[in-house]
């Protein structure tokens, strides 16, 4: 088998002949072999942006997700590109391996679905999108609040059935209220700066907060404990790993102000649903909004409109009144999925063609 995959000796043949002659100078420099690329859980929106950014890819879509039994779809492929529900486990990678893959290149941000330590002992290079568009995310998590706190999709259908009753629909002034951000990266400081916008009082926790922006936008630093005691709003915006699991659990939530609002746009296992369901039945929670779920593979990006919902925890969520949920689309603007898409074949196009990653962009 070549390095390259299961391709026939004719494929393989040619394409070392072109190598040799782009080497030896015999091949105009701008001409370059495409490079086959296996995407995976691709959408439609996936299809329009990868496509118009694909110059010297060859992209097979499709719409499974990658896991060890569908590994083997990228045969004849030199990468595959994941998204956030792509299983990239142990066996997962060495079926790929044993296909040739010798690069992953993941169109998010998010890697917790790849198991990086088996990635560098099968010598495979993965990239991710570090930052597409922050403000796409910090944006969401703004319209999410604002719907909630408004009660927006609660009125909408009202007015649709022509009822024009304005009962239950109370909901609150932003300016004043104490905002706890917690994650101060490229999202948490762009939805900072926009509650202070509002007027809001905003705290961040973060221990690798940056003091000067802090100080910059009155941002002022927070432990967690005083963050969730204080805080009328909390929006996490943080990357899911061993330490943030459940950060925010039965102990957490019951050290929340009373009646303050919970956002999630971060990653779901973030909070423990569980603990979360107890806390919105006991009323200590006003309302919450998330873009993102604890159980959300299977389910998010999927029209499961003709289908029983077999997730019961989600389903309960769903039946609470001041309970707002999206199905992980806080990065799904234009200008988000161009940046994602050009980035991301860049990586393709450089790592194929010998040459290093973006900068930023390797893990």
């Known amino acids: 088998m070549s390095k390259f995959g299961d391709l026939s000796s004719e494929t393989f043949s040619s394409f070392v002949l072109i190598k040799s002659r782009l080497d030896a100078g015999l091949l105009p420099a701008s001409f370059r072999p495409?490079?086959?690329?296996?995407?995976?859980?691709s959408k439609s929106y996936d299809r329009e942006y990868l496509s118009k950014a694909s110059e010297g890819l060859d992209l097979s879509f499709f719409t499974e997700r990658l896991s060890a039994r569908t590994a083997s779809l990228a045969r004849?492929?030199?990468?595959?590109?994941?998204?956030?529900n792509?299983?990239?486990?142990?066996?997962?990678?060495?079926?790929?391996?044993?296909?040739?893959?010798?690069?992953?290149?993941?169109?998010?941000?998010?890697?917790?679905?790849?198991?990086?330590?088996?990635?560098r002992e099968l010598g495979m290079i993965v990239t991710r999108v570090p930052a597409y568009s922050p403000h796409a995310v910090a944006e969401h998590t703004l319209a999410l609040l604002l719907?909630?706190?408004?009660?927006?999709?609660?009125?909408?259908?009202?007015?649709?059935?022509?009822?024009?009753?304005?009962?239950?629909?109370?909901?609150?002034?932003?300016?004043?209220?104490?905002?706890?951000?917690?994650?101060?990266?490229?999202?948490?400081r762009i939805t900072a700066e926009i509650f202070r916008g509002f007027g809001c009082q905003v705290s961040a926790y973060d221990p690798s907060l940056d003091g000067e922006w802090a100080a910059a936008h009155e941002v002022r630093p927070s432990s967690l404990d005083d963050l969730l005691e204080t805080s009328d709003i909390v929006s996490l915006h943080l990357p899911l790993t061993p330490q943030t699991?459940?950060?925010?659990?039965?102990?957490?939530?019951?050290r929340m102000k009373k009646r303050s609002t919970l956002i999630n746009t971060g990653r779901g296992k973030l909070i423990e649903t569980k603990a979360l369901i107890q806390s919105l039945k006991s009323g200590h929670l006003r309302g919450v909004a998330l873009d993102v779920y604890e159980e959300e593979e299977g389910v998010f990006f999927e029209d499961l409109s003709g289908e029983i919902l077999h997730?019961?925890?989600?389903?309960?969520?769903?039946?609470?009144?001041?309970?707002?949920?999206?199905?992980h689309q806080a990065f799904l603007t234009e200008e988000a999925l161009t940046e994602i898409a050009q980035t991301t074949c860049e990586n393709l196009r450089r790592v194929g063609g010998g040459e290093s990653p973006l900068e930023g962009t390797r893990l």
């Open 147 to 188: 719907a909630l706190n408004r009660q927006i999709h609660r009125a909408y259908h009202r007015v649709r059935d022509h009822n024009f009753s304005l009962a239950g629909l109370v909901g609150f002034d932003l300016y004043g209220k104490n905002v706890g951000i917690i994650g101060c990266g490229k999202i948490g």
């Open 245 to 254: 699991h459940h950060l925010i659990n039965e102990d957490a939530l019951a």
């Open 34 to 41: 495409m490079i086959p690329v296996a995407v995976f859980d």
């Open 311 to 327: 997730d019961d925890d989600l389903t309960r969520l769903l039946t609470f009144p001041n309970v707002l949920v999206t199905s």
């Open 86 to 119: 792509d299983v990239a486990d142990r066996e997962s990678l060495v079926a790929l391996k044993e296909r040739g893959i010798t690069m992953l290149a993941l169109r998010c941000a998010g890697f917790n679905n790849v198991d990086l330590e088996t990635a």
């Open 76 to 84: 004849d492929c030199r990468a595959v590109c994941l998204f956030v």
